[in-house]
């Protein structure tokens, strides 16, 4: 009989546990959601590379290396890729030819090209609308599309390698077969090998490389952003999501606490006659431990199932920016037992701590209720009596549950920070593309060639020329540019705006960042390909957040690095230049990117949507859950004031009014709350990617969280206010009579 | 008149059941005046004060307060008559526990323009020297004596008093309506008191006696005697 008391009292108190119940619910489905997504990237990205021969390296040459010879020598297997970028409207389409033995292709659907064929990457089909059996057109030749592909070495199937986002909707790769190849490319500026193997002496092997067949570019794995961007996001989303379900966990443990402890306080006089009539304190215990029972029940189990079900669509939404094919969905047992079974943790301490205090006395004392002494002796402070009433009131009524003020605290400064994130990790992320390519690279267009050239045949252009190196001790791969001396594509800043002439040795605020560097510190570097050193002494930092840049004038550059005077690999422009292609291995259009990075704020619009509504709806539950606390154990006393002639909001002031204090405090901690975990996150998102996002909560950032969050408070108020007009003065009369 | 109720009926429904609390009551006071209901339990005594406090309203009738229809007034005017006119004294004292003695008498007074020094009050009821303890901490009598004062410190025009004796024993009950006494005569404040004990009507200038809703006589006292004389 007596286990139909909680539920019984659920449903009397439903406006405070279902509030408890639907925080539960979140924690579960968001670390869920979260956690099975990423082991489902994780282990079907694993399986991937491991199956499809994802390369260790690649490196291009000028002229055509012996495959067999250089296999034998290093025990590596190599394969050359060839391809060709076809272009259409505004769209381009990186075919490869098909690979058998490095960065072979896996056909997600559809089958393998045949002659006439070609297979594309999914998400570019998707955001063009192309089907399996439709034919396309390449330069005036018709191809069928046999299936979608996925390519070990294009995960993240960015169009250049510099390019921070994916743009499915204008780039995608695909693979044909070499024969029809063969019909778009006559001859080929470079070559380009794929190496599976670990070679040693990486070293010794670029050196041979380079005396032999002139090494252009050499790339490991580690530094190939096509890769290793999975690698990084599925790293940087696991702490955010336990962060996340973590931190809701414990916040509703916190108000389960405080709720279970008041309505077994409420019931003292129940409970005392239970165990004056014999019940055990175990019999008693198991009574009221079934309200976490039940939250979890309600909360953590549908939250921990949807969470499941919701994942295939957050995998889908992962894996268009990352291109991860998720081969076999993973049924993760591990993180479904963690998210559906951790909540019962946290509740459940919760719920025996809350009765434990009560069953520990004497059954006199639980009979009388004990309550009110302990604050006889608390509140008597002496300070209050120069306030007026209402605030003395409200103080007091503060200083008697600390903790509900300290819960409020707690969740609206999470929320805060929540909100902040979403917020700041939108906008550094327009910052760093606005302020990057329209404030600093003011080129539209950038050339590399495969050679070295010394005549600058193409008037309004602007010479460059670059070098790849590794910090002396560490994989940080560097690139140091030489460029005009009064360039006007290039435009460097410092930190207060103002351009800097280029003289020494200047380098990105990203570099200085990842390697902790200052003005005037000494940077050892040694050449990727020829593996010479260099001690370089920097002389400025530039506010430049992308890329693990230096910049020297051109002068300066091959001076430093032994180059002819006036030679130069690349140009940049204003207008489009025509350099015939086989000269060139690189043309980079600055108008793609920002195509790119227009196409995915819409998808970063909706993870910030959902963060808006998470904390708006965590601040506004745990504010509301414990004001409408407040007022059903105050309804007595409320109803007295309001006899005596007190308004509503005047009752609202004097019992809730310090929730505005704690809201506001709360809020103001989330702000240095916040700046710790962007360090952190950060640190561990950011560490091995060749930018910084300059993550920095601004007035108008704080001002935006502080109105969707008050906006919150108000309606948490409004309800709370609402619940108080509702108690009528004639409730005290009543139990009077009664 | 102070205050003049015209057929005023008041019917609650109780399960399937309406009880008619009260039905069609006409009276009328004036100021200053000592007034007490008489009426077993369930006699609509409580009901009549609720509706008059402007806790309760009529179905029909009127009531009207100096010179007021407070039966027409919406909640918040009435919020506004009860904070200008009224005091109220329980039979269960209804203090507020987790304030002191002098916060809970300060609780009135701040709803008040022209009210009555906190300190004097207390002083009057004997319990200045208990100003800093809390509710729980004093005897009933001395409850009783701080939701007097309570009452009386914002100086209102009337106070309504639900069987204020009703749990006290004698010699606190004699302490308390002594006290209501010095009240009425030191403020000319109008007293209410609804009970079922008789002897108290001694002491009043009106008796108002209701047997199950209805009006059964209203009477003068010409010769009341002082709390000091009642005797039960």
Same mark, same amino acid.
């Given at each position: ?5 909680? /539920? ?294 549908? &939250? ?106 707690? &969740? ?28 600093? @690279? ?177 601040? @506004? ?34 019992? /809730? &009014? ?34 910084? /996002? ?16 008050? &906006? ?27 | 008149?102070?205050?003049? !109720?015209?057929? !005023? ?91 002191? *003695? ?127 004389? *009642? !005797?039960?």
């Amino acid at each position: 009989m007596l286990n139909k008391i909680p /539920l019984r009292i659920m449903w009397r108190d439903k406006s405070h546990f279902i509030g408890i119940i639907l925080l539960v619910f979140l924690a579960s489905f968001v670390y869920n959601i979260f956690s099975v997504t990423m082991t489902n990237v994780d282990i079907n990205y694993k399986n991937f590379v491991e199956k499809y021969k994802q390369e260790n390296f690649h490196f291009i040459t000028f002229f055509p290396i012996d495959i067999e010879e250089i296999e034998k020598k290093y025990n590596v297997e190599i394969e050359e890729k060839f391809n060709f970028d076809y272009n259409y409207d505004d769209k381009t389409i990186r075919f490869f030819n098909i690979t058998e033995k490095v960065n072979n292709p896996l056909i997600l659907e559809g089958k393998i090209p045949s002659l006439g064929e070609v297979a594309i990457d999914p998400n570019f089909s998707q955001n063009n609308n192309l089907k399996i059996g439709d034919t396309i057109n390449i330069n005036g030749i018709p191809f069928k599309i046999s299936g979608y592909v996925a390519l070990p070495d294009y995960i993240y199937i960015t169009k250049n390698e510099t390019d921070i986002l994916p743009d499915p909707s204008h780039f995608g790769v695909g693979i044909m077969n070499m024969e029809d190849m063969k019909k778009f490319i006559s001859s080929v500026a470079y070559r380009y090998y794929m190496v599976r193997g670990k070679v040693n002496d990486i070293d010794s092997f670029k050196a041979d490389i380079n005396s032999k067949y002139n090494l252009i570019s050499f790339q490991e794995k580690d530094e190939n952003w096509r890769i290793i961007v999975t690698e990084k996001k599925v790293e940087s989303g696991k702490p955010l999501s336990y962060v996340m379900a973590f931190t809701i966990l414990l916040i509703s443990s916190l108000l389960l606490f405080i709720v279970l402890r008041r309505i077994i306080n409420s019931m003292h006089r129940e409970i005392g006659t239970l165990y004056a009539l014999g019940y055990t304190k175990g019999e008693i215990t198991r009574i009221y431990i079934m309200f976490p029972f039940y939250i979890w029940l309600f909360g953590a189990i549908p &939250g921990g199932i949807l969470g499941y079900i919701y994942s295939d669509s957050f995998i889908n939404l992962y894996v268009s920016f990352i291109s991860v094919p998720i081969v076999e969905k993973i049924f993760p047992v591990k993180d479904l037992f963690v998210g559906i079974f951790l909540p019962i943790v946290f509740m459940g301490f919760s719920g025996f701590f809350a009765i434990r205090d009560l069953l520990r006395k004497k059954v006199v004392e639980i009979i009388k209720g004990e309550a009110e002494k302990a604050f006889k002796v608390k509140f008597r402070i002496g300070f209050l009596d120069k306030l007026s009433f209402k605030l003395r009131i409200m103080i007091k009524h503060a200083l008697l549950h600390p903790s509900r003020e300290i819960v409020i605290i707690l &969740g609206v400064a999470f929320s805060a920070l929540i909100l902040m994130y979403g917020i700041t990790a939108g906008s550094a992320l327009s910052n760093l593309v606005y302020d990057t390519f329209q404030n600093t @690279f003011r080129y539209n267009y950038m050339y590399v060639f495969n050679f070295y050239q010394k005549d600058h045949r193409y008037p309004n252009s602007e010479r460059f020329n670059m070098l790849s190196f590794y910090k002396e001790g560490t994989k940080t791969r560097i690139t140091i540019y030489g460029i005009e001396k009064k360039s006007q594509l290039i435009v460097l800043r410092d930190n207060k705006r103002n351009r800097v002439d280029l003289e020494g040795f200047v380098i990105s605020q990203a570099l200085a960042d990842k390697l902790n560097l200052k003005e005037g510190d000494m940077l050892k570097v040694i050449n990727t390909i020829d593996g010479k050193r260099y001690s370089l002494k920097i002389s400025k930092i530039v506010d430049l957040f992308v890329g693990n840049t230096g910049y020297m004038n051109l002068e300066e550059f091959n001076k430093t690095f032994g180059l002819e005077d006036g030679a130069f690999i690349g140009l940049y422009s204003i207008d489009k230049l025509n350099i015939p292609e086989e000269e060139l291995i690189v043309s980079m259009s600055k108008s793609d990117l920002m195509k790119a990075f227009e196409d995915s704020t819409e998808s970063v619009n909706q993870i910030l949507q959902m963060m808006y509504i998470v904390s708006f709806f965590m601040a @506004f539950i745990i504010i509301y859950i414990l004001s409408s606390l407040i007022i059903t154990e105050n309804r007595k006393t409320l109803s007295i004031f309001k006899i005596l002639g007190f308004r509503d909001g005047e009752l609202s002031t004097m019992f /809730l &009014g310090f929730n505005n204090i704690s809201f506001l405090f709360g809020f103001l901690i989330g702000i240095p709350l916040y700046s710790s975990f962007i360090k952190y996150i950060v640190n561990v998102a950011l560490r091995d990617l060749d930018f910084s /996002l300059k993550m920095y909560a601004g007035f108008k950032d704080i001002w935006l969280t502080f109105i969707i969050l008050f &906006g919150a408070f108000i309606l948490s108020k409004y309800l709370s206010r609402r619940r108080i007009g509702k108690i009528s003065p004639a409730i005290v009369i009543k139990e009077q009579t009664e | 008149m102070f205050i003049q !109720v015209e057929n !005023v009926s008041k019917v609650y429904q109780v399960g399937k059941f309406k009880v008619n609390a009260l039905k069609n009551i006409n009276m009328s006071l004036e100021r200053g005046k000592f007034c007490v209901i008489l009426g077993p339990s369930g006699s609509g005594k409580t009901t009549f004060l609720n509706i008059i406090g402007g806790i309760d309203r009529p179905d029909e009738g009127k009531v009207i307060v100096d010179g007021e229809e407070i039966t027409g007034y919406d909640d918040k005017a009435l919020t506004n008559y009860r904070r200008r006119k009224l005091g109220f004294v329980f039979q269960f004292y209804n203090l507020v526990n987790s304030l002191t *003695v002098y916060e809970n008498v300060l609780s009135t007074k701040y709803l008040s323009e022209d009210g009555l020094d906190p300190k004097e009050v207390l002083e009057v009821v004997g319990m200045w020297e208990h100003r800093d303890k809390y509710p729980f901490e004093i005897s009933g009598g001395e409850q009783q004596r701080v939701a007097i004062a309570r009452a009386v410190v914002k100086n209102p025009a009337i106070i309504l008093c639900d069987e204020p004796t009703g749990a006290l024993d004698f010699e606190n009950a004699k302490k308390v309506l002594r006290l209501l006494e010095d009240i009425n005569r030191k403020y000319g404040t109008t007293i209410i008191i609804a009970t079922h004990n008789t002897a108290i009507s001694q002491m009043s200038h009106k008796i108002i006696k209701l047997r199950s809703g209805e009006l059964t006589e209203f009477v003068d006292n010409a010769t009341p005697l002082s709390a000091e004389e *009642v !005797v039960w």
